[in-house]
C-alpha cells in the first residue's frame, strides 16, 4: 500500500467549475498535511497547509482533513485557466511523503 | 523570500560518469533534501540532512550519496550514473525538524543519463 495515494486524473472541469481533488494516506499516526501545486516544467510550490480536522479556507481553496478516515482534499472554487497544473498531497510524519499527483485541466 | 538554487538546470552524462548535482539555501535552514520525480511516481525521497555532516536515507538511496559539509549546501552524488537515474532532481529545504515546518523547492535539475 502506497504511503499516499491520489485519484490519479487527469480531471478537467470548465473554468467557474469547483474542482474536487481527493488524498488518502495510510499512516495513522501522521500530523501533518499539505497540497503543492506544480506547473509543467516547475517545482512544486505550497498552496495549502492543514493540521486539524476539519476545513481551511484560503481564497478559492479550501483543505479539508479527516483524520479518523485519513483522508485529506482540496476543493477548488471558480477554477480558472491559470489553476492548471499538477496538484501533490504530502503528508509529513517523521518524514514528507507525496502522492503522485492529479493533473488538473481548466476548459476555458 | 526563501531561496533554494540548483546550480545546474539541464545535464547530459553519459553512463557511468560521476555526477554532482549542487544545491545552495540562503534561509540559514537546518534541514535538506533531494527527490526525484518521474512521471506517475510522485516526489520520492532520496537522502536527506537534519545538520552539517549529517545524512540519513530516504526511500530510494540506491546509487546516490550525499555531502552537507555547510550548513546552507547539500550535494548529490552519482558515483556511477546509469540511465535509471534520468529523471528531474529536486532540492528542498526546511527550518528545522518539526514536523509543520514549510519545505522549499528549488527549479530541479534534469539529468539524461546516455
Known amino acids: 500500500q502506497k504511503e499516499v495515494e491520489q485519484n490519479s486524473g487527469p480531471l478537467s472541469v470548465p473554468e467557474g467549475a469547483i474542482a474536487s481533488l481527493n488524498c488518502t494516506y495510510s499512516?495513522?499516526?501522521?500530523?501533518?498535511f499539505f497540497w503543492y501545486r506544480q506547473y509543467s516544467g516547475k517545482s512544486p510550490e505550497l498552496i495549502m497547509s492543514i493540521y486539524s480536522n476539519g476545513d481551511k479556507e484560503d481564497g478559492r481553496f479550501t483543505a479539508q482533513l479527516n483524520k479518523a478516515s485519513q483522508y485529506v482534499s482540496l476543493l477548488i472554487r471558480d477554477s480558472q485557466p491559470s489553476d492548471s497544473a499538477t496538484y501533490l498531497c504530502a503528508v509529513n510524519k517523521n518524514k514528507l511523503s507525496f502522492g503522485a499527483g492529479t493533473t488538473v485541466t481548466v476548459r476555458a | 523570500d526563501v531561496k533554494v538554487t540548483q546550480s545546474s538546470r539541464y545535464l547530459v552524462k553519459r553512463t557511468g560518469e560521476k555526477v554532482f548535482l549542487e544545491c545552495v539555501q540562503d534561509m540559514d535552514h537546518e534541514n535538506m533534501f533531494w527527490y526525484r520525480q518521474d512521471p506517475g511516481l510522485g516526489l520520492r525521497l532520496i537522502y536527506f540532512?537534519?545538520?552539517?555532516?549529517?545524512?540519513e536515507k530516504g526511500d530510494i538511496p540506491e546509487g546516490y550519496s550525499v555531502s552537507r559539509e555547510k550548513k546552507e549546501r547539500f550535494s548529490l552524488i552519482l558515483e556511477s550514473a546509469s540511465t535509471n537515474q534520468t529523471s528531474m532532481y529536486l532540492c528542498?529545504?526546511?527550518?528545522?525538524?518539526?514536523?509543520?515546518?514549510?519545505?522549499?523547492f528549488g527549479e530541479g535539475s534534469w539529468l539524461t543519463v546516455v
Open positions: 528542498a529545504s526546511s527550518l528545522n525538524g518539526g514536523s509543520g515546518n514549510t519545505i522549499y
Open positions: 540532512s537534519y545538520d552539517v555532516k549529517m545524512k
Open positions: 499512516d495513522r499516526g501522521s500530523q501533518s
